[in-house]
């Protein structure tokens, strides 16, 4: 028997550690209600496919009571708006990204939980305003980075351009805005819209900007940034 056990504990090591990851896209939204979330669900479930990762979709915040949130390696907030938590459900995903959680918001999670500050330092910054949907020029700040290393040096692309109030400033940059390029930008110089924080429980925060247009589902080089940063989320 003591020469079954030692095999199989290792058995169970080698699966527990190549368990498929799963992701939560989590949607809700109290607010505006993008129309481009259906699209971006679907493009996240291809990169499952793609990356070998299963992927949970709910709008509802219940969730975060209801289930197993041991079980969930990435929380992804896809375009929430407005006041979704409770605050039991708030206490849950504070446990939840406190005990080593990722966590990857896109475009409006920035526009999302104004009143509950553990949020507004987790998300890096909060939606202010923004101009028309119109073309601007990104600039990568980190092009060494895994989730922008595929990036030209100037990225020019058309999205509806965020500016941020609350901008935490530890924030690891990763891409900003050229205000000269576009009009309508308020936050100067330095205006991010892409970043991410190393969390004290050891997880990954993550945050992009783009993501208001439903082309952006299909926009190679947009995906390929939500992409890489999964992964960095998931595996480093």
Partial sequence: MRNLCLPLFCLF???????????????ETQGYRHSSIENGIQAIQRLGNEMDFK?????????????DLEQIDLVIFLSTTGDIFDKEE????????????????IHAAADTEYDWPFYGRL?????????????AEIEVVMPEHMTVEHLPETWTRTDEWYNYKNIR???HVLLKLNEDSYKGGTNGEDHPIGWYQDLTGGGKAIYTGGGHTAESYSEPNFMKHVKASIAFALFH
């Fill in 90 to 105: 708030e206490l849950a995903f504070e446990n939840y990204i406190e005990k080593g959680g990722n966590f990857f918001g």
């Fill in 13 to 27: 090591l080698f699966f527990s550690a190549n368990a498929q990851k799963q992701v939560l896209i989590f949607h």
């Fill in 169 to 171: 400033p530890d924030l």
């Fill in 123 to 135: 998300v890096g910054a909060y939606f202010e305003s923004h101009p028309e949907i119109q073309p």
């Fill in 55 to 67: 992927t949970i979709v709910s709008n509802d915040s219940r969730f975060f009571l209801e289930n």
